[in-house]
């Protein structure tokens, strides 16, 4: 089954606004969490990533809030650019093994 | 060197073709892996070498074969494949198995089966 649910699969937003990606876990047993970014005909790239042990960490326009009471964490890019129009996947990590079980993606596109 | 170098980087064979994907790092990474993706889906990933020892096949047919000649290459190789094969090859590699750094993804080898 999939191990880490991301919503939503698609995302329109316009330029200037803030764009917002939820992802949700069931195993407690994860410890890693990034974010990549993909554009069409390209590999993944890390974005950002976060520890459960912190609540937020920011890395310019991106951020990443992390709920772990609730086993949820999303991700914020503010002032969205239509740069920025990508599939964006979140995915986690066990603390044993080095597999990481990604989210579906969510396609976003950035509107001028 | 802050990159995965894959190749080539589109690549069509025959059902009966014998072809090989080549992926190289020069980042002192020890861990490497091949995922597979489709369109709109995430990557599936299909195996890990860690110290170039095979350490995870995630039930891959037989009729693709990896080989990790040293630290620094990691191939794929191609026989028989299905039109079904047909997706996006990723190669990545980890500073260490654990990867706590994350993945550093290639730009992948379009695979496009006949």
């Known amino acids: 089954q999939q191990q880490v649910k991301q919503s939503p699969q698609s995302l329109i937003v316009q330029k200037g606004g803030i764009s917002i990606i939820n992802c949700a876990y069931e195993?407690?047993?994860?410890?890693?969490f990034p974010w990549y970014q993909q554009f069409p005909g390209k590999g993944p790239a890390l974005l950002i990533a976060?520890?459960?042990?912190?609540s937020e960490k920011k890395e310019g326009r991106f951020t990443i809030s992390f709920n772990k009471s609730a086993k949820q964490f999303s991700l914020h890019i503010m002032d969205s650019q239509p740069g920025d129009s990508a599939t964006y996947f979140c995915?986690?990590?066990?603390?044993?093994?080095?597999?990481?079980?990604f989210g579906t993606g969510t396609s976003l596109t950035v509107i001028p | 060197d802050t990159e995965v170098t894959q190749t080539p980087k589109h690549l069509v064979m025959g059902m009966t073709n014998k072809k090989s994907l080549k992926c190289e790092q020069h980042?002192?990474?020890?861990?490497m892996y091949w995922y597979k993706q489709k369109a709109k889906k995430p990557p599936e990933l299909m195996f890990v070498?860690?110290?170039?020892?095979?350490?995870i096949n995630e039930s891959v047919p037989s009729r693709f074969s990896p080989e990790c000649p040293n630290s620094s290459l990691l191939n794929l190789h191609l026989h028989a494949l299905q039109p079904e094969d047909s997706a996006l090859y990723l190669c990545?590699?980890?500073?260490?198995?654990?990867?706590?750094?994350?993945?550093?993804f290639g730009s992948g080898t379009r695979l496009t089966v006949v």
């Open positions: 990545a590699s980890s500073l260490t198995p654990a990867a706590n750094y994350g993945y550093t």
């Open positions: 195993n407690t047993a994860f410890d890693y």
């Open positions: 976060i520890r459960p042990d912190v």
């Open positions: 995915a986690a990590r066990k603390g044993t093994g080095n597999q990481f079980y």
């Open positions: 980042m002192g990474h020890r861990a």
């Open positions: 070498y860690s110290y170039e020892k095979l350490s």
